[in-house]
């Protein structure tokens, strides 16, 4: 069987505070019977009026013991085990993100936001039960199921088997059946919750062009009719519950008539006291409060599944197939520091008959085409090269490849002749810094949004970054300068702006490669040249590999290359190509705007 890699690991960390949650589980139902016991046992005897107080200050002393011991218990058992889940819940949620971290290109382009949001919030919720809500529960049940009927055994073994068929009908039975009738409307439920979250999240981050489109009751109507569908399942689940718990407390009903009719015979056949009879009847009930929760934590398996699944298929895509976490680690593991650090100096790229196709063995949709077909780059530190063509032509698939975050399905990629991928989530943002279409500006300061390029950085060289991305003017005319508040997203500035903080940002991280992933998508013609101007001049010397749709600064470009399909159609200088290539003069002439 694959080993499990969320739940089991954490029993074996843990193994302790697990131990001493069971027993505690067990003592707090321990005291709970005890509790039942002594009532019903002080409760018949004091109705024989005896004479004396002391023949009855035991019981009192046991009913006052077991009482508070019963409360302390529980309440120790408590701060145990959710002391326990909780750290497990933000070891899972910290590994997670640590599994995600290294792919989030890959992510990003595969997963919806809501999915995301999802497994870091609902999902490892939903783990966390499977500890307090499922495996204890179901432990202390069987603890107690064989004390009870081994102590029942010491009196009458014919009575303790028909006891011990009562429980199984609760513990094994009834919880089976449970699993049967409703793991595929549970799984059903849990995946359709899943996609509502999705859907919402997605509504809520569109919402201004929901309003803007006059086309919000649309999407409440659909979003109503999915809530509906699934509450209607959970109706079905919830009148299952309500039957099952009936079924329940008839079994409960008969197991306390049959110790009735037991603890009666007794008495009349001389082997028990008849001021025993309530308290072996009373016990029942807080034994049953062990019993009955068995059948609710295993028809909860479904949910965990699917929770499992989401996990795994989201923290499970790494470049090799692998869980990203193991293949971060055993490829840094071939790189020295020297060699990062000689690769933050100075890069040179290379791409050596580079294939690359989204397949199932990824966990990626896709037919199996070559995203990237055959693609050889030669890029020694400071060239300059121009990757233009249509959408799907293959060219974020080969940003991609260049920063490690695919492996190819062929060919090579190397920095300074060792692959790309080996560089790993350490070393990788110390030699190549992304400046992308929608970079995030946190809601914080215009400082500590530059910040992010490098943590240790002197607010003299935050400032130094802002100059040089033309900011000057514009952080002189804040009310706070450097310090002044972005707002969420950055929405106190423009788009123009918006980029430019994030342009000062790379030039912090001051890495020797530069990636455009199309920049200047969405801003005016004027603000585009003007933040491009500023581009080429602040990064004189590094190596810029430039993924746009425009051919607007070809002609300051060292390399045009132009892709289709995956694979390379036309190369060259911008004058090469202007000289030999008549489709690359068309595509420049109709870029060029009309004065």
Do not use: C
Request: charge should be neutral; aromatic fraction near 8%; proline fraction near 4%.
């Amino acid at each position: 069987m694959r080993r499990d890699p969320w739940i089991a690991p954490y029993f074996k960390i843990y193994t302790g505070r697990f131990a001493l949650y069971l027993i505690l589980g067990v003592l707090t139902l321990l005291a709970a019977s005890m509790l039942m016991f002594t009532s019903g046992f002080l409760i018949s005897k004091s109705a024989t009026m005896p004479y004396n107080i002391l023949l009855v200050y035991v019981p009192i002393v046991g009913v006052r013991t077991f009482g508070i011991g019963r409360s302390v218990i529980h309440y120790v058992e408590r701060l145990v085990g959710h002391d326990t889940v909780l750290r497990i819940l933000s070891k899972m949620r910290v590994r997670l993100y640590r599994m995600l971290e290294p792919q989030a290109l890959l992510i990003r382009s595969r997963y919806r936001t809501g999915d995301i949001l999802g497994a870091l919030a609902d999902d490892i919720e939903q783990l966390q039960n499977v500890y307090i809500r499922t495996v204890f529960p179901s432990l202390v049940a069987i603890v107690l199921y064989a004390a009870a009927i081994i102590l029942l055994g010491l009196f009458d073994l014919p009575f303790a088997l028909l006891m011990a068929a009562y429980i199984f009908i609760l513990v094994a039975v009834l919880p089976y059946i449970s699993l049967k009738l409703t793991r595929s409307l549970d799984k059903a439920v849990k995946e359709e919750r899943n996609g509502l979250y999705s859907k919402l999240t997605d509504a809520v981050m569109g919402i201004g062009d929901w309003v803007i489109s006059g086309r919000p009751a649309d999407f409440l109507s659909e979003y109503e009719q999915d809530e509906a569908a699934v509450t209607r399942k959970e109706r079905k689940l919830k009148a299952w519950s309500r039957a099952r718990a009936l079924i329940g407390q008839m079994v409960i009903a008969l197991a306390v008539i049959s110790m009735i009719y037991w603890t009666g015979g007794e008495v009349a056949a001389g082997e028990l006291d008849r001021v025993m009879i309530a308290a072996f009847v009373l016990v029942v009930f807080p034994l049953s409060d062990a019993f009955l929760p068995v059948s609710e934590a295993v028809q909860r398996l479904p949910e965990y599944q699917v929770s499992l699944a989401r996990l795994e298929r989201i923290s499970g895509t790494s470049p090799n197939g692998a869980a990203a976490e193991e293949a971060a680690s055993s490829i840094s593991a071939g790189i020295s520091e020297e060699e990062i650090r000689s690769a933050s100096q100075s890069a040179h790229l290379r791409l050596a008959e580079v294939r690359f196709a989204y397949d199932a063995g990824m966990g990626l949709e896709g037919d199996g085409a070559y995203s990237v077909d055959g693609v050889s780059l030669d890029i020694p530190q400071g060239k300059r090269v121009m990757i233009i063509g249509r959408s799907g032509a293959g060219k974020s698939t080969l940003l991609k490849l260049i920063q490690g975050a695919l492996t190819p399905s062929g060919g090579k990629v190397t920095i300074n002749g060792i692959p790309a991928a080996a560089y790993g989530d350490a070393g990788m943002p110390r030699v190549i810094s992304v400046l992308n279409q929608s970079p995030h500006l946190f809601d914080t300061t215009v400082a500590n949004n530059i910040r992010l390029g490098r943590n240790d950085a002197e607010m003299t060289e935050i400032a130094r970054a802002a100059e040089q991305a033309q900011l000057a003017e514009l952080i002189a005319g804040l009310p706070q300068g450097l310090d002044t508040p972005m707002r969420e997203t950055g929405q106190r500035f423009s788009g123009g702006e918006r980029q430019r903080v994030a342009l000062a940002r790379v030039l912090l991280q001051n890495t020797p490669v530069l990636v455009l992933d199309e920049p200047t998508v969405g801003l005016d013609p004027r603000t585009e040249r003007e933040l491009l101007s500023t581009i080429f001049d602040a990064t004189a010397g590094k190596t810029l590999v430039w993924v746009t749709h425009h051919l607007a600064f070809a002609e300051q470009m060292d390399e045009v290359i132009f892709m289709e399909h995956g694979r390379i159609l036309m190369r060259g200088t911008h004058a090469e190509l202007m000289a030999r290539e008549s489709r690359y003069r068309n595509l420049y002439e109709l870029d060029q705007p009309v004065i």
